[in-house]
């Protein structure tokens, strides 16, 4: 492979392909470069499909930014104009369907159907940006407490302990060579426990608007403290933000979180976004097991029998399921609107979400409660 | 790194998909380009794809076109070092120790070692293929102690010191992806998503495995499971679904059963869940009808 080592004119065009994939926000690592100039080589190239294939194997782009990855390839290689209207992690975002469910409008997570460039003009979309937010106490004591207090289940791996169901025999052995080939003890290990899956589902629709920014902020900080969270929104459309919020920095986070997410302060279809959640198997699978926290105050203007559905289907694959509705600060809440009242029987706890304070509260009280 | 251009006399992807269809796989363009990639870098094959899409079934088929012998190792959350790599046989190492007597024995010589998949096609890398099916099952522990195997090839057990493959072994991950892989373990790999295939080719695929299946038939089912997965199901049947119900309604078809019929009787092997079949069934006969036309 000599051409590599002195990098001719002719692996120029690969190179810099691979530093404008780095400046739309792919990871590419030197050594997937190497791998790209080695694969093209290989290949031929015969034409540009070769070049492309060769990039998608080795520079591996995520599946849900292909449409991206093709666009800036034709734009790289096949010289096109800009497209407008990028709207990067197009299957992260569902956008959910108009009346009448299972005709022939657009299937879900298909990524032609969702490039947002038609949803603009349909649903009014507006983006938000945040102001810097001061830190609040709720927050510092979820960032200090999650870790230890938020609920936990038995993990499949062992550990040492004084008692356990099971004998370590690599560790007893051990010691019995040092003791002579005589077994003075049996090295025990019990279960490891691991912290449980927490999937945060937050409403962004108009009615949520004073809390939606708070909330946000907080599952950043959840997501910081402990491993296993997922964080979706919904109003019109099902978003999962749990990637851009994943960022250290929480202005940053927060930024990139909303722009990600489209329909702030829209109408709410929480039965529609429920389904759609659960239509998605990668989605649908981080219900399960999982202590599932619903922050929205169950405004429904959709059909209720399909809010209804989705909630008791979501409540059979949760550990719990939590709904935290600002509705329902003060004791002794009863709920009002014809949608709580729905799905009341299916919600392990109603509880108050009218403040972070409330919500932290009762995130750290999950693991005193048992699975419902 | 050594490229091999000529693996087993496969020296371009369309060479690779010849030989799979041999295999009675059939291939499209990006997985033959990604596979035979991954053959010729050297580097392990990550396929990504919904459930049922065959991510396994290139595996073996791979296998089967080098003439190798197949190392599945399963992965499940939990899954560790003992259960993928290797194991003493701590009963025979007491009981050597206990006879031994005054006589010196390596306790941790060769007949107490027990070898798992890993191991197994490190030692072997010229005859084995190595598939470690759905590695989204396990946890990242078992994914990071992944990446030194990945990339080096090799594996250190204390008492013995390091093992290392003489060549580079073929190895073939699949994930489901019911979560993100680490970003580390992408990038050692050569990476293919599987999408489900066109209408075309999944009929063809269909009467591939299913040789007693009409093509009528097989035309009708891909049909229909195309827009199956169009509904909002919390498990849309993957191809092996779709062989299964031709098949199955081919066999109804045969004990008499008509043909509309037939196919509806048999949705029980398409789709396997409860809440789904509850869905889809006010509106299956028009679906049928229209999949069959």
Redesign the interface.
């Known amino acids: 492979?000599n051409e590599e080592h002195q990098l001719p004119r002719a692996a120029r065009i690969f190179i810099t392909f691979v530093a404008l994939l780095r400046a739309n926000g792919f990871?590419v690592?030197p050594?997937?470069t190497?791998?790209f100039l080695?694969?093209v080589t290989?290949?031929g190239p015969r034409g540009p499909?070769?070049i492309r294939?060769?990039g998608?194997?080795?520079l591996?782009p995520p599946?849900e930014r292909?449409a991206t990855y093709d666009m800036l390839f034709r734009i790289h290689f096949l010289g096109d104009e800009e497209i407008a209207g990028d709207r990067s992690d197009d299957e992260e975002i569902v956008r959910l369907q108009e009346e009448g469910?299972?005709d022939d409008s657009p299937?879900?997570a298909?990524e032609a159907n969702e490039s947002g460039e038609m949803a603009v003009r349909a649903e009014a979309l507006t983006e938000r940006r945040f102001g810097p937010g001061g830190p609040s106490d709720a927050l510092h004591r979820l960032a200090r407490e999650a870790p230890t207090r938020l609920p936990r289940r038995r993990?499949?791996?062992r550990m040492r302990a004084r008692r356990g169901p099971w004998a370590d025999?690599?560790q007893?052995?051990r010691e019995?060579?040092r003791n002579d080939?005589e077994?003075m003890r049996l090295v025990r290990l019990k279960r490891r426990s691991r912290p449980r899956k927490l999937l945060l589902l937050i409403d962004v629709s108009g009615s949520m608007k004073a809390r939606s920014e708070e909330n946000l902020r907080l599952a950043h900080t959840l997501l910081r403290a402990t491993?296993n969270v997922e964080v979706f929104t919904f109003g019109t459309r099902l978003t999962r933000v749990t990637?851009a919020l994943q960022l250290k920095r929480r202005e940053q986070a927060l930024a990139a979180a909303a722009h990600l997410v489209s329909d702030w302060d829209g109408g709410t279809r929480i039965g529609d976004a429920l389904?759609?959640f659960?239509?998605v198997?990668?989605f649908?699978?981080y219900a399960r097991g999982a202590a599932v926290v619903v922050l929205s105050d169950g405004l429904e203007r959709g059909d209720l029998s399909a809010l209804r559905d989705a909630v008791a289907?979501l409540s059979r694959r949760a550990w719990r399921l939590s709904w935290l509705t600002p509705l329902a600060a003060g004791a002794g809440f009863v709920p009002q609107t014809e949608a709580l009242i729905a799905i009341r029987r299916f919600v392990d706890d109603m509880a108050d979400g009218g403040s972070s304070v409330a919500v932290v509260a009762h995130m750290l009280s999950l693991r005193q409660r048992r699975a419902a | 790194?050594v490229?091999r251009?000529n693996i087993a006399g496969i020296d371009?992807?369309e060479a690779l998909e010849k030989a799979l269809r041999g295999a009675y796989y059939l291939a499209d363009?990006?997985i033959a380009?990604?596979a035979?990639?991954?053959l010729?870098?050297g580097?392990p094959l990550?396929l990504?794809g919904?459930?049922g899409v065959g991510k396994t079934e290139a595996a073996k088929a791979i296998g089967a076109i080098l003439g190798r012998r197949l190392i599945r190792l399963q992965c499940?959350?939990?899954i560790?070092a003992s259960a993928a790599l290797y194991e003493?046989n701590?009963p025979r190492?007491?009981l050597a120790?206990?006879q031994?007597g005054d006589e010196t024995i390596d306790?941790y010589g060769e007949t107490f070692l027990i070898e798992r998949p890993m191991l197994a096609a490190l030692r072997a890398p010229d005859s084995t293929v190595l598939l470690i099916d759905e590695i989204d099952r396990s946890?990242?522990?078992f994914e990071a102690f992944l990446l030194e195997f990945l990339s080096d090839f090799q594996i250190s057990i204390p008492e013995r010191g390091t093992v290392r493959a003489a060549e580079r072994p073929v190895v073939v991950l699949t994930s489901n992806?019911?979560r993100?892989l680490h970003?580390a373990l992408?990038?050692?790999?050569?990476?293919?998503?599987i999408a489900y295939p066109t209408a075309e080719r999944e009929a063809k695929i269909v009467m591939m495995r299913a040789s007693s299946v009409a093509e009528a038939t097989a035309r009708a089912v891909v049909a229909a499971v195309g827009k199956l997965?169009?509904?909002?199901?919390?498990?849309?049947p993957g191809i092996a679904e779709a062989v299964d119900w031709a098949e199955a309604a081919t066999l109804l078809n045969k004990g008499g059963a008509r043909w509309p019929d037939a196919f509806k009787r048999s949705i029980g092997v398409a789709l396997k869940d409860e809440?789904d079949l509850a869905?889809i069934s006010p509106?299956l006969d028009a679906l049928i009808a229209e999949a069959a036309a």
């Open positions: 492979m990871a690592a050594e997937q190497t791998a080695e694969a290989l290949l499909e070769d294939q060769a998608l194997a080795t591996a599946p292909r469910r299972g299937p879900l298909d993990g499949h791996r025999l690599r007893t052995l019995t060579v080939g077994v491993p990637r389904q759609a659960l239509a198997p990668r649908g699978g289907k | 790194m490229v251009r371009s992807p363009e990006g380009t990604a035979y990639l991954a010729a870098l580097k990550l990504e919904a459930p499940y959350e939990g560790d003493w701590y190492q007491m120790i206990r031994g306790i946890d990242q522990e992806r019911t993100d970003e992408r990038r050692r790999c050569v990476y293919h998503w997965r169009r509904e909002p199901l919390s498990k849309a809440e869905f509106r």
